[in-house]
């Protein structure tokens, strides 16, 4: 079996289930005695033990309740910076209880910490198979990607070009696979 057959079974979806899985369980697990919180010390309180709470169920240790804190307020600052927010509108959610109040900001870190382990994941199944500093393993895997999509107009006759990006070539072509075959199965 190629290389490339050996990564896609194991980045296949239910592959990933088995990483994910976990984190969904560790947030449908947590009780929450209320969807608001009354100020900032408990916003900050309820948001590092969630954290600390999926950290020890999914990994098996808890962290220093500072750095359970704090890491929980970097993943809600960092994803509410998205919308053009930032922790005080997030504690303003919390406290108000608009837009899923708490629930929805415990949401926040578990798909954060999902994306990571499964990012994490990903990155060992490709350095299982091509190691990191092996060049010829990377063009191998890159020939090997060219032959299976077939490609018109990309420089296929020299792989090692593309070599160096062989992690996001791979993670692209996966993703792309997992739609197409999405598609299917709706039609």
């Given at each position: 079996?190629?290389?490339?057959?050996?990564?896609?079974?194991?980045?296949?979806p239910?592959?990933?289930?088995?990483?994910?899985?976990?984190?969904?369980?560790?947030?449908?697990?947590?009780?929450?005695?209320?969807?608001?919180?009354?100020?900032?010390?408990?916003?900050?309180?309820?948001?590092?033990?969630?954290?600390?709470?999926?950290?020890?169920?999914?990994?098996?240790?808890?962290?220093p309740?500072?750095?359970?804190?704090?890491?929980?307020?970097?993943?809600?600052?960092?994803?509410h910076?998205?919308?053009?927010?930032?922790?005080?509108?997030?504690?303003?959610?919390?406290?108000?209880?608009?837009?899923?109040?708490?629930?929805?900001?415990?949401?926040?870190?578990?798909?954060?910490?999902?994306?990571?382990?499964?990012?994490?994941?990903?990155?060992?199944?490709?350095?299982?198979?091509?190691?990191?500093?092996?060049?010829?393993?990377?063009?191998?895997?890159?020939?090997?990607?060219?032959?299976?999509?077939?490609?018109?107009?990309?420089?296929?006759?020299?792989p090692?070009r593309?070599?160096?990006?062989?992690?996001?070539?791979?993670?692209?072509?996966?993703?792309n696979?997992?739609?197409?075959?999405?598609?299917?199965?709706?039609?």
């Amino acid at each position: 079996m190629r290389t490339i057959e050996h990564i896609k079974r194991e980045l296949e979806p239910r592959a990933l289930l088995s990483v994910s899985n976990a984190h969904d369980d560790a947030r449908i697990s947590y009780r929450l005695d209320s969807n608001t919180v009354q100020d900032m010390h408990e916003f900050i309180s309820v948001i590092g033990d969630y954290l600390n709470y999926h950290h020890e169920t999914c990994l098996g240790g808890r962290l220093p309740d500072f750095q359970a804190e704090e890491m929980a307020k970097e993943i809600v600052e960092r994803h509410h910076k998205r919308s053009g927010g930032n922790l005080l509108s997030a504690y303003t959610q919390a406290n108000t209880g608009l837009n899923g109040g708490m629930r929805k900001i415990l949401d926040v870190i578990a798909d954060e910490l999902r994306e990571d382990a499964l990012r994490r994941y990903t990155n060992h199944v490709l350095d299982t198979y091509v190691t990191p500093n092996a060049w010829p393993e990377k063009v191998a895997l890159i020939r090997e990607l060219v032959a299976v999509l077939k490609l018109d107009g990309a420089d296929t006759d020299h792989p090692e070009r593309y070599a160096s990006d062989y992690k996001a070539l791979i993670e692209t072509y996966l993703r792309n696979l997992r739609r197409t075959e999405e598609a299917f199965f709706r039609m």
